[in-house]
């Protein structure tokens, strides 16, 4: 049975060529904005102006999640990253964001090219509320794009990667 608009309750991260579910899981997604900057030119003493484009926005990824091991390959790359003293260049990577249907079937996939962690946040610990400890993770990337036919995995509870061809 399918639906049209899809939800938007199931979707897949991956960050490079890490292979591990645990880190490519994560509760929230959002920061996909892209939009075109706008400048008002008055021309003369006329008092119309002219909107013109300027170059494109966007902001930065952010995820949520709950609190996650230290040990994780995601979590030594954003630590590295996050206390750099910049000695060393800091690496980024592509990171694949899939919105999937019911089935885990990628509808739909962007890119961030470039992507390097700028913010890690932990939730507010408090005694009396017995929450979840939340992690949340921004990334800003050098541009994000939707990607045509992509999938990242068949199935996410799999470690085993998907063809990641572009169809043209």
């Known amino acids: ?13 991956q960050f490079g060529d890490v292979r591990i579910p645990a880190d490519n899981a994560f509760q929230e997604a959002t920061g996909l904005v892209a939009e075109l900057e706008i400048e008002a030119i008055k021309e003369g003493r006329q008092a119309d102006k002219h909107r013109v484009p300027q170059s494109p ?16 390959p995601l979590a030594t790359w954003v630590g590295a990253t996050i206390n750099t003293d910049f000695t060393k260049p800091i690496q980024t990577i592509d990171v694949l964001l899939s ?6 079937v990628a509808l739909a996939t962007w890119q961030f090219r470039e992507a390097w962690p700028v913010k890690l946040s932990m939730s507010d610990f408090r005694s009396q509320d017995n929450a979840q400890a939340i992690e949340t ?15 990242i995995w068949a199935n996410p509870k799999e470690n ?5 061809e572009r169809s043209s």
């Open 1 to 13: 049975m399918n639906s049209y608009p899809p939800g938007d309750f199931y979707f897949q991260l």
């Open 99 to 104: 919105l999937l249907n019911g089935q885990h």
């Open 57 to 72: 926005q966007s902001g930065n990824l952010v995820l949520r999640r709950g609190f996650m091991s230290a040990n994780s």
């Open 137 to 151: 993770l921004e990334f800003a990337y050098s541009e994000f794009q939707h990607l045509e036919g992509v999938r």
């Open 160 to 164: 085993e990667p998907v063809s990641s």
